[in-house]
Nanobody, 118 residues
Framework: QVQLVESGGGLVQPGGSLRLSCAAS????????MGWYRQAPGKERELVAA???????NYADSVKGRFTISRDNAKNMVHLQMNSLKPDDTAVYYC????????????WGQGTQVTVSS
């Protein structure tokens, strides 16, 4: 079983920055892809950013140029650096792990709240 724990959320003013972290209970070398999703009130959960075991990244158009996903293999962690935050970034952010061929292909963290407001 893979456990994911998010941290780093909070309240920030527009234009500010936050760094989210996701700690995995297994070596992330064994995880094919890790990413961040978010869900705002009244909206569908959407992919924000993802990174594969090979280092390829993918970002939602709404966050390109502002957010950066990265990994720390030694600590089994994935981070999301969020800059130039906007009120529309307000959401619960969830860490996700995908393992190809596994009995359980998707794992989710419990989420961390990000609120961008004056």
């Amino acid at each position: 079983q893979v456990q994911l724990v998010e941290s780093g959320g909070g309240l920030v003013q527009p234009g500010g920055s936050l760094r989210l972290s996701c700690a995995a209970s297994v070596n992330i070398f064994s995880i094919n892809s890790m990413g961040w999703y978010r869900q705002a009130p009244g909206k569908e959960r959407e992919l924000v950013a993802a990174i594969t075991s090979g280092g390829s990244t993918n970002y939602a158009d709404s966050v390109k140029g502002r957010f950066t996903i990265s990994r720390d293999n030694a600590k089994n962690m994935v981070h999301l650096q969020m800059n130039s935050l906007k009120p529309d970034d307000t959401a619960v952010y969830y860490c996700n792990a995908k393992i190809v061929g596994a009995w359980v292909p998707n794992y989710w963290g419990q989420g961390t709240q990000v609120t961008v407001s004056s």
